[in-house]
């Protein structure tokens, strides 16, 4: 082989080139991420590559939902098995909901059943990692992204079967007046080209999937129950079809009818609750020393004409330089639709600013026909020019003075071409008040961070133009979801009880097709404390009362939802510094016992089980999610065990290949 390598040097390039090749290889495929400069990506699993991998260990996940109306309480089941003849360690990610409060974990071997315990992330890592190294079976659920899980178990011995369940819940809303309840089903892939500049953990990235078509062999089941303090009308799936077992017109039990091929997609039920007037109702809990409360106040189905409170809208343009051109028409066009759906009864105005801000009147206008195309003349003049000011111009928005029973609206119309997006939310946060904030996002490529988390601060709505015809669709969407509030100066009182820690601080309007929500807490309660709800419709100011002594008290999820809708708040406005926001979510999560960005739940079965030191790891692949293809996931790539044995197998040919032809060649 050295005498043919002498007297062919380009072979020696051409197999180092090949050997190094295959070295590299695995890196992209599972290596340690601090070793790899390369992408992190997902990869496509080879069946036949182990027989370990063969015998995938999650055998089956089901879901057993329970909605009482607006809160969903779900319970996840993972079933694990180890049908090999080795121990196994397994890896499965798998989605949850962004406004998910996963708030316990079971872990279940046999007979035995272990409560796990929430920690912050790191030493949740480390107690699992040790028990991992010592042979205990053990498991760690961790959230990689706020709609991405992590589950590990360890050390799952032959024949062993491992039942995992977590618990998590969470508050509905009701969009256009229907309620909308979604089981996320599996995790897309994706690229990690990016994962240098990511936060927190990405090596789940690097997850195997199944090819497109092949049949995902995890059972998916789900269960759900829904009984509501109102009728229930327009249930109906867009993912699945089910079935179906009507207990009365409040009650209702549903199951798939086809489970076989479930999992792929996310599962998703709508429904409605409304009745023909505004209904109200309080529930409250007590937990660990503090009391809870929920108020609902649901709008009517239809909102008559009387009983619409007098609405006032303020225009917030963007005219700057980047909204020059494509945008500032599309813009215009946008405002002449808007302004044109406005009533003889509403007020108007318009501020415009880029570098400043102008208003096309010192005071609100009435929209009159004339009125109305005074403003459209001044929206058509603008050229746009300077910069994007839309801090000061919302601080001026926000300042202005309004009729406190009039339904206010602030409608921001932007491509969002700024970069200090946070001192943007802690104002709206801070000073939004009552008040109702929207944002139409106008461009091809508009700044989605800004303008979505902007309506999240505001408790409104987003809206993203990218053309005239969105500009029509968009703009009756609005005028819609808008037309008819049926409550505005909303606001939350108690007689004899202190409130505090209220969330939302701020009432948003009660529209017509959005339901009024308001978690909090209360203390120092007399025998006679009563909450009250105020609000201001067509027909004058309306009040509901409720002795707190005569409200529900059975729900145990409200100190949980409280606790999510403050992390939704510290998530979305951070107001400190990041290791202050690290300890105040670590706090709550820790408190609430709240799986989050910083805390970890861990489950560990003391019993020394596997001794021998040794343990296969397992990534449970993932189906494609239903309708992407393979183009997804690019090559297929075989388990990092498969490249040694390629290695091997191609320095057994060329060997050979030397061999041959050295007997070919005279020395």
């Not at 990016?194 to 990405?202: L, N, P, R, T």
């Amino acid at each position: 082989m050295c005498v043919y390598i002498r007297k062919h040097p380009r072979s020696l390039a051409t197999f180092v080139a090949v050997v190094s090749l295959f070295c590299l290889r695995p890196a992209v495929a599972g290596g340690d991420e601090a070793e790899q400069p390369a992408p992190l990506s997902p990869y496509f699993f080879v069946a036949g590559a182990d027989s370990a991998h063969d015998r995938l260990p999650l055998k089956e996940t089901s879901a057993d939902v329970r909605l009482n109306g607006f809160i969903a309480s779900v319970q996840l089941s993972q079933s694990y098995r180890n049908e090999g003849t080795q121990p196994i360690n397994a890896t499965y990610i798998f989605p949850g909901s962004t406004r998910a409060a996963v708030n316990g974990m079971t872990m279940t071997i046999g007979e035995r059943r272990i409560v796990a315990a929430i920690k912050e992330k790191q030493a949740a890592r480390q107690t699992f990692d040790e028990a991992r190294k010592a042979g205990k079976s053990a498991s760690l659920l961790s959230q990689q992204r706020p709609n991405v899980f992590s589950m590990e178990v360890a050390n799952i011995m032959p024949g062993d079967e491992v039942k995992v369940e977590l618990t998590y819940t969470e508050l509905l809303d009701a969009e256009d007046g229907v309620y909308e309840f979604v089981l996320p089903g599996v995790v897309g892939p994706r690229y990690g080209g990016d994962a240098a500049h990511a936060v927190g953990e990405v090596r789940w990235i690097q997850n195997p999937y199944l090819a497109e078509g092949t049949p995902d062999p995890v059972g998916y089941g789900i269960k759900l129950e829904l009984t509501s303090p109102l009728p229930i009308s327009d249930l109906a799936s867009s993912t699945h079809e089910l079935v179906t077992q009507w207990q009365d017109q409040r009650s209702v039990r549903l199951s798939l009818k086809d489970a076989s091929s479930a999992g792929n997609r996310d599962f998703i039920l709508h429904y409605r609750l409304q009745d023909e007037q505004i209904l109200t109702g309080m529930t409250r809990f007590e937990s660990q020393g503090e009391n809870y409360f929920l108020l609902v106040s649901e709008p009517p189905k239809r909102v008559l004409p009387e009983q619409i409170p007098a609405r006032e809208y303020l225009f917030v343009v963007d005219v700057s330089g980047s909204m020059s051109g494509f945008p500032l028409d599309t813009a215009k066009d946008l405002m002449r639709r808007l302004l044109s759906k406005l009533k003889p009864s509403d007020r108007f105005n318009i501020l415009f600013f880029a570098g400043g801000s102008d208003l096309l009147a010192a005071q609100p206008l009435t929209a009159t026909p004339d009125n109305i195309s005074r403003a459209i003349a001044l929206m058509n003049n603008q050229h746009g020019g300077g910069g994007t000011e839309l801090y000061p111009a919302l601080q001026r928005a926000l300042s202005m003075q309004s009729d406190e029973n009039a339904s206010r609206s602030i409608v921001l119309v932007t491509d969002g071409y700024i970069s200090a997006e946070e001192r943007v939310f802690r104002l709206v946060d801070e000073q939004l008040h009552r008040a109702n904030l929207f944002v139409f996002g106008i461009g091809s490529s508009v700044n989605r961070f800004l303008i979505e988390s902007i309506a999240r601060v505001g408790r409104a709505e987003a809206f993203v133009v990218t053309g005239s015809a969105d500009a029509a669709s968009k703009s009756e969407q609005f005028v819609q979801y808008i037309s008819a509030p049926a409550l505005t100066n909303i606001r939350v009182a108690a007689t004899g009880v202190e409130l505090y820690d209220l969330e939302p601080a701020n009432m948003p309007d009660m529209l017509a097709q959005r339901a009024v929500m308001v978690l909090g807490k209360y203390r120092n309660a007399d025998e006679d404390a009563t909450i009250t709800l105020t609000g201001v419709g067509g027909r004058g100011e309306q009040q509901w009362s409720f002795r707190l002594d005569d409200a529900a008290a059975g729900d145990s999820t409200l100190p949980q939802l409280w606790a999510r809708k403050r992390l939704e708040r510290l998530y979305a406005v951070p107001t400190e510094e990041e290791s202050e926001l690290r300890e105040r979510i670590v706090d709550l999560g820790l408190k609430y016992a709240l799986l989050t960005r910083y805390t970890s739940f861990v489950a560990v079965d003391e019993t020394v089980r596997n001794t021998t030191g040794s343990a296969k790891d397992v990534k449970q692949p993932l189906p494609l999610p239903q309708g992407v293809s393979n183009q997804a996931v690019g090559r297929p790539m075989p388990e990092p065990e498969l490249y040694w044995t390629g290695l091997l197998l191609l320095l057994v040919l060329f060997v050979n290949r030397l061999r041959s032809r050295s007997n070919a060649t005279p020395a």
